[in-house]
């Protein structure tokens, strides 16, 4: 039996924020928003109490307060959940402080203002979970002392690390996971292809479990770490300014453009980091980065106007947020008149509105009391915003949750008797099971509910950091990350929506791009023609409307007022100078022996070898309109940059506008501060960031890796003959597909042209006319033997044989024209066929020739028996048999391995070759082997008879013939196996027309002679008499 005491003790200190309402069941809430500012405290003595001057308050973390009372006030609304029950709500601030965290939640589990661990004094608040805390370590702290009490806690910011030390915690995670946070960040680098980062993290549990969860991660996926940095917790900023500074000059240097940020709000790291780029902004141009913060670093809570400049086009994970209905009107209503026991609600009116509550807030003499005038829609976003950010969206949840998980214990608990006398509330440790299964839509339209990890299933927001000058800060969405879609929709990014730092380069519109504007491979632009609507935006220097006159406007007659130090140079394209060489306070009589003229001097010279390289920007000329900032007239100087060469009228295009694409300058930083406010007054889309080990590989090459680096970073080798890559940072290069050819850059495939040898080529006209010359020279001599068939001459060697051999010869320099030409079946099948039979028909009539030589001359011998040998009968069956044996050859050839047209696809790298093929290597070196046998045996037999006497003597011009006959086809074989394509024919129809002509010329040139030049030996009694 529990005896209720009268207890008389209270809290020494007393805490200093709190916000109570009543109700029948209780949630309890640590909150986080302020942030003690003290001095390290002895244990010498007693510790002062908080007060307002010691606190650094963040006002825009008020709205988590007024969630959870929007999202309570929405539910105690509500007649369907929790019906008959009253939802109130006890909450604390932690300030970020270990020993204020645990005072406020032991406050939870006391007794209204008492502070009685162990003790049930008075009447015991019905505390029925606990939703906080903001940061890991706050979470942490109040998990240890709830994990006694069995108490639900409901995270809504970042959880504490798990690991030895923290056994697992009744905690319930209302945010998205760590490792979902980390996978869209990896997505987010591998979309812009930032292989190349750098990784800041605090010196804790957490950055050491992030450290190990990421590395293996990102590196799997191509991300290198040019460094990780840790960053120390931040007790006394005097400590740890200079590991700060460390850091800060290893970010600068490194060649890395994206640094990853991962720091708790509490270490406010990011702020100092940002700042020491203020103090040293003045002495040098800082060097953009794009920092990538995670939901941890708070980015929205920077309220300096410097800090949010610095973070202009920054990026940041932010919790999933969705707008709940009624929720502006809800936070538009609050007032302190409307807000009764809120005590957060006076300290944010203070910090917001610089006026006191009367007769609430004592002690601000020096504040003016608030007229009740002051409503919350109108403080600046940087100050407060109006729309549900991810954390206080968590929070709607974390209520939400509870509140189905009590209505689902109602119903299971108490079917027939009150909660009160069943005593269900005083179990409370059973609602685990509860929260474990709750499922519902809330009315932003969002599935809540959890894993068996007790983790939402939620994501990720990814915002774009924005602020426009003269202008508040703003938060662009730009992307998400969910848990609960399939790995390759889980991501989403809209590139366009982003705005960059304004330290990067810009480049030409899109507009510009597609009417007349070509970009190189730096993404430069260049024109090469005058185009009106590629024209640069007029500098808009108020907020009327941009003006367009022609030059005849009175406005543009006499603004011919110009610079007095300006380099003016005309060209297709023109580049700016800004130059810094005389100053306003004195005039230098010879402007150029100024020591900075060197600087204009280097820029003149420079586009003057542009100019002259005929490779670089061909048929482009570079201009160059160079002015004097005079140190102090750096806008006077941009705006005759930016406007007509002649007339400076602003919100004015008089005349043709200059071809402005760049401007080089200055000398100083406050110079190019100046420069760069006004280039960035032009709305032109902005070159993508890189952040790479070194510059990617262009289209043509692939990645090696060097030696002793890490894998992010390589050299870049052209790609081999035949392969290409169409892509940046290729790893590998490819072969083109099939019909297709790298171009000389390999970094696209062409198709491969089709060819063949035709009678369009000059090769197979000159190869067809030589065919048709020997042809009609062969035609011409079998002429002239029919004519004078009857002479000693033609008579002396077998005539028939002679016609036989003049015909073969004719057809075969007819039949090499069925080489030139399309490939078809049927020429095909007759090429090699019919050149082989008529070739042996050719070299067969030759060998009956040479043995009728050597038959006629051994026969005059006296007692000799060949003369029965002599005859026709000889020398048809020698022409007969050695023809038949070649016909035999070529009918196997056919009847096995044909011939047909096929193409051929990888011989030649850049064309597609149509032509016969063998069907048989084997059989076509048969055929060319029988022929080589024939022509030996022939050179055999005539070279020992080429001594007879001249009257006989025919046997010399065979042997001569046979020479020149094997010279060519035995230089045919080496030939015909290194040539490829269409002069892989052109060799073969060569070497028949070289072997027929040796054959036509050898033999029958000094025939033709006798015939016709030398008649008179074309006699028997000659012959005789010679003999």
């Known amino acids: 039996m529990v005896h209720i005491l009268k207890c008389g003790l209270c809290d020494p200190h007393p805490p200093f924020r709190k916000y109570h309402q009543s109700g029948d069941l209780i949630l309890g809430a640590i909150a986080s928003q302020a942030s003690i500012n003290s001095s390290l405290k002895g244990f010498t003595e007693e510790p002062a109490p908080v007060s307002f001057q010691d606190l650094i308050s963040d006002t825009k973390n008020y709205q988590h307060i ?13 007649l369907q959940l929790l019906p008959n029950i009253t939802l109130g709500f006890h909450i604390y601030d932690s300030f970020y402080d270990a020993k204020c965290t645990y005072q406020a939640t032991l406050l939870l589990l006391s007794t209204w203002e008492r502070f009685v661990p162990n003790y049930v004094c008075d009447v015991q608040n019905k505390l029925t979970a606990v939703i906080g805390g903001l940061d890991s370590q706050t979470s942490l702290h109040v998990a240890t002392v709830l994990d006694i009490y069995k108490v639900p806690q409901l995270i809504y910011g970042h959880p504490p690390a798990m690991n030895d030390k923290t056994p697992g915690l009744p905690f319930y995670q209302m945010a998205a996971t760590e490792t979902l946070q980390c996978t869209g960040i990896l997505y987010l680098l591998l979309h812009f292809r930032w292989t190349w980062i750098v990784l800041i993290t605090t010196y804790d549990d957490d950055g050491e479990s992030l450290v190990q969860s990421v590395f293996p991660l990102y590196s799997q996926h191509g991300i290198c770490f040019a460094f990780i940095g840790r960053l120390p917790q931040v007790t006394f900023i005097t400590e740890t300014i200079d590991q700060v500074i460390k850091i800060h000059d290893r970010i600068m240097g490194s060649r890395a453009n994206t640094v990853v940020l991962y720091a708790d709000r509490e270490n406010v790291l990011f702020v100092i980091v940002k700042n020491f780029t203020k103090t040293t902004y003045t002495m040098s141009k800082p060097k953009g980065k794009v920092w990538i913060a995670t939901v941890h670093a708070d980015l929205g809570a920077l309220e300096d106007e410097w800090e949010q400049k610095l973070i202009h086009g920054d990026l940041s994970f932010t919790l999933h947020s969705n707008d709940v209905p009624g929720f502006y009107e809800f936070i538009e209503n609050r007032s302190p008149s409307t807000s009764m026991g809120n005590g957060f609600l006076h300290d944010f009116w203070l910090e917001t509105f610089s006026c006191i509550i009367p007769n609430v807030v004592v002690g601000h003499d020096k504040f003016l009391n608030c007229t009740g005038k002051e409503k919350i829609k109108d403080l600046p976003a940087d100050a407060f915003e109006m729309s549900m950010s991810g954390q206080s969206y968590s929070i709607y949840n974390a209520v939400y949750v509870m509140a189905h998980a009590l209505d689902a214990m109602l119903l299971s608990q108490l079917k027939h008797r009150s909660m009160e006398e069943s005593g269900a509330w005083n179990k409370l440790w059973q609602l685990h ?11 932003a339209g969002d599935e809540v509910s959890f894993d068996q990890n007790g983790e939402i299933s939620t994501g990720y927001d990814v915002i774009n950091w924005v602020s426009p000058s003269n202008e508040s800060f703003q938060r662009v969405k730009v992307g998400k990350i969910v848990s609960w879609a399939p790995a390759a929709q889980a991501f989403t990014i809209n590139e366009e929506a982003i705005t960059w730092p304004s330290w990067f380069n810009q480049q030409p519109s899109q507009t510009c791009r597609s009417a007349g504007f070509s970009m190189d491979n730096n993404g430069i632009g260049f024109t090469s023609h005058h185009n009106k609507e590629c024209l640069l935006p007029v500098l808009l220097l108020t907020e009327e409307v941009i003006k367009k006159t022609e030059c005849g406007n009175p406005f543009c007659e006499g603004s011919t007022n110009s610079t007095l130090r300006k380099y003016l140079r005309p060209g297709s394209i023109t580049i700016g100078g800004i130059t810094s060489q005389i100053s306003m306070h004195f005039e230098l009589d010879d402007f150029n022996k100024h020591p900075h003229h060197s600087h204009t001097l280097a820029l003149v010279f420079a586009v003057e070898e542009v100019n002259a390289n005929h490779e670089l920007l061909p048929n482009v000329t570079v201009g160059f309109h160079i002015c004097d900032s ?32 760049a401007v080089i300058g200055g000398l100083y930083s406050v110079i190019s501060k100046d420069m760069e406010i006004f280039l960035s007054s032009y709305k032109i889309p902005q070159v993508l960031p890189l952040s790479v080990c070194n510059d990617n590989c262009h289209p043509g090459y692939r990645k090696e890796k060097q030696e002793e680096k890490l894998f992010c970073c390589y050299d870049c080798i052209p790609c ?42 000059n090769l197979g006209i000159a190869l067809a006319m030589l065919a048709l010359l020997f042809s009609s020279a062969t035609a011409l001599v079998l002429g002239m033997f029919m004519k004078h068939r009857n002479t000693p001459i033609v008579k002396a060697n077998n005539r028939n044989l002679t016609y036989t051999l003049l015909i073969s010869l004719m057809l075969c320099f007819l039949f090499s024209l069925l080489f030139i030409s399309s490939p078809e079946k049927v020429t095909c099948l007759l090429r090699q066929t019919a050149f082989g039979i008529i070739f042996s028909v050719a070299v067969s009539s030759v060998l009956a020739k040479t043995t009728t030589v050597v038959l006629a001359f051994m026969a005059t011998k006296p007692g000799s028996n060949l003369r029965k040998w002599m005859g026709t009968k000889l020398t048809n069956s020698i022409v007969i048999s050695c023809s038949l044996f070649q016909v035999g050859i070529c009918t196997v050839w056919l009847a096995t391995s044909p011939p047909f047209p096929d193409v051929d696809m990888h011989s030649m790298s ?26 030996i045996v022939i050179f055999s037999v005539a070279f020992p008879a080429r001594k007879l006497p001249d009257s006989f003597n025919e046997a010399k011009f065979i042997t001569f013939s046979m020479l020149v006959f094997c010279s060519v086809w035995l230089s045919f074989v080496p030939t015909y196996l290194s040539t490829k394509g269409k002069y892989l024919v052109a060799v073969e129809i060569f070497s028949i027309l070289a072997s027929s002509a040796g054959l036509l010329g050898c033999i029958f040139v000094p025939k033709c002679y006798i015939i016709l030049l030398r008649p008179e030996l074309n006699s028997k009694e000659q012959l005789i008499r010679r003999h």
Do not use: W
């Open 66 to 78: 007024l969630a959870l009372a929007f999202a309570v006030k929405e539910i105690n609304e509500n």
């Open 433 to 443: 099971h509860f929260l474990r299964g709750v499922s519902f839509n809330n009315s």
């Open 630 to 661: 005079y140190f102090q007239g750096t806008p006077r100087a941009m705006m005759e940059l930016l406007f007509t060469h002649k007339s400076f009228i602003p919100n004015y295009t008089c005349g043709v506008q200059n071809s402005l694409i």
């Open 720 to 761: 081999p003959d035949g392969k290409n890559s169409s892509e940046k940072d290729m790893e590998v290069c490819f072969q083109c597909p099939e019909g297709h050819y790298p171009n000389m850059d390999k970094n696209t495939c062409i198709p491969k042209n089709v060819t063949f040898l035709s009678y369009e080529d």
């Open 910 to 935: 850049e064309e597609i070759v149509l032509e016969c093929n063998e069907g048989s290597p084997s059989m076509f070196y048969c055929v060319l082997g029988y022929m080589g046998f024939q022509a």
